[in-house]
């Protein structure tokens, strides 16, 4: 059952930061709340205040900023909203492909990408994605603001660069450019996925060979991680001949990903399972070029 | 879950058997560790130990019993206790071994850590993750203590 709180319904960031400071350990930030109430009825979490993101004005705006070439996704933004935003589909059309197939409809409908990614559950997906991006994530609080690049922004499992009274206000990201394509490939036999890869891939203009790539691996381990060895074994190589690379650096990835026993499977098979999603997901982003 | 940590200090063997039993000082060297007090000294301790792991917040006190002690060579604790509210329990054995090195001594920290209840649910690879950073702090704030001036730590 879920225990008794106080709902707090702050119009601004720096009322909502400054209210955590003042409860301290008794208060947290509330947003979509799927993963928040659940624990909180599994006696896992306890809260008697819960400071409401959803009332403040433009926290969930999703724009594109033509002069700095950044797309600002707000913290309350829902999964849904990620989905169906034509700005999303138009700018980073595999953000909008990932949003569709996290969780289930009901999740998505009210979980936001703030409060995935600031739960930081290591089954996750959009975090994984945002690393291949080189997101930036801006957090605020009635001190200060700052930006943290994604890539330092996961700790470990429930566990991230976020204290407690700063808010998630957005996700920044650089769409790719035009010789860039990505794919996404998880799979996963319980609600949550087993294990997810992202790749992007950058072909040079005669898209015979590799000019960049960037791999990240997810949901196997305590937080997602870019394989940067990975990468480097497939950058400059030639499309043609990629064959061997590409397996080498899957199963680099695989060793890289720190992945962990656990009811999904073993870290053995979570790493043979990298190796093959690891090349999948290369070649399904190749195929984008044609 | 099992965890071995060899810590080399430069104190003598008779130094470090003391400060095992300080327990001010090797309160401080508990990660989480909000209060300490000796029930029967020698005998048995209680402490209120803190932890968290993003919004998973477990407050455990700590029932520690000695079971057996080889002055100055070694000493064997268990300890156990539950969060209420949580509905977790902590199990854990500790057996500390004392040997000399040269002018150094090695303190060998042999723990076997137990978890119950409802926070299994985090899974046992992350739990035995979090408990070997535990144990890795512990061991390095043992040294850093051991290692404190002695003027200084006998001003603490």
Redesign the interface.
């Given at each position: 059952m879920l225990p008794p709180f106080e709902l707090h319904q702050p119009d601004d960031v720096r009322t909502a930061s400054a209210l955590v400071d003042r409860y301290g350990?008794a208060a947290?930030f509330y947003a979509g709340g799927t993963e928040?109430l659940l624990?909180m009825k599994?006696?896992?979490?306890?809260y008697r205040h819960l400071i409401d993101l959803k009332t403040i004005s433009g926290l969930s705006q999703i724009t594109y900023d033509e002069d700095a070439g950044w797309l600002s996704i707000g913290g309350t933004a829902t999964h849904y909203a990620l989905e169906r935003h034509p700005v999303i589909r138009r700018h980073v059309p595999i953000v909008a492909e990932v949003e569709r197939g996290v969780a289930n409809l009901r999740v998505r409908s009210v979980g936001t990408i703030g409060g995935n990614l600031c739960?930081?559950e290591?089954h996750a997906d959009p975090g994984t994605l945002f690393l291949t991006f080189d997101a930036e994530i801006d957090l605020a609080s009635h001190e200060e603001t700052r930006a943290v690049p994604i890539g330092q922004f996961f700790a470990?499992?429930?566990?991230?660069a976020r204290r407690p009274h700063e808010v998630l206000t957005c996700i920044r990201v650089r769409p790719w450019g035009p010789h860039t394509r990505g794919a996404y490939m998880k799979f996963g036999m319980h609600e949550r996925p087993t294990l997810g890869v992202a790749l992007a891939l950058t072909l040079d203009a005669g898209r015979r060979g590799i000019e960049d790539v960037r791999v990240a691996v997810g949901c196997v381990g305590?937080a997602p991680v870019r394989v940067g060895d990975a990468e480097a074994m497939l950058t400059g190589r030639a499309l043609s001949e990629i064959g061997p690379h590409l397996d080498a650096a899957a199963r680099v990835a695989g060793d890289a990903a720190d992945a962990?026993?656990?009811?999904h499977g073993s870290?053995e098979y979570k790493r043979e399972m990298i190796k093959v999603f690891v090349r999948r997901a290369f070649h399904a982003a190749a195929a984008r070029f044609s | 879950m099992e965890f071995d940590q060899d810590i080399t200090v430069a104190a003598s063997p008779e130094y470090v058997w003391a400060f095992l039993w300080d327990i001010e000082r090797m309160a401080r060297c508990i990660p989480g560790c909000q209060s300490a007090r000796t029930v029967i000294a020698g005998q048995r301790y209680e402490a209120l130990v803190v932890e968290r792991?993003?919004?998973?917040?477990v407050q455990i006190p700590l029932d520690i019993e000695v079971v057996e002690v080889s002055a100055p060579v070694r000493l064997r604790a268990r300890a156990s206790g539950r969060d209420a509210?949580?509905?977790s329990g902590l199990q854990m054995q500790l057996d500390l071994a004392i040997s000399p090195a040269g002018s150094q001594t090695v303190l060998r920290v042999h723990s076997n850590v137990a978890v119950t209840g409802?926070?299994a649910?985090?899974?046992?690879?992350?739990i035995a993750?979090k408990a070997g950073e535990i144990m890795t702090a512990f061991a390095q704030s043992l040294k850093r203590e051991l290692e404190q001036p002695q003027a200084d730590a006998a001003t603490l």
């Open positions: 350990d947290t928040l624990i599994e006696g896992l979490a306890a739960f930081a290591p470990g499992a429930f566990e991230t305590p962990v026993d656990d009811l870290a | 792991v993003g919004p998973f917040k509210g949580m509905g409802r926070l649910v985090l899974g046992h690879s992350m993750r």
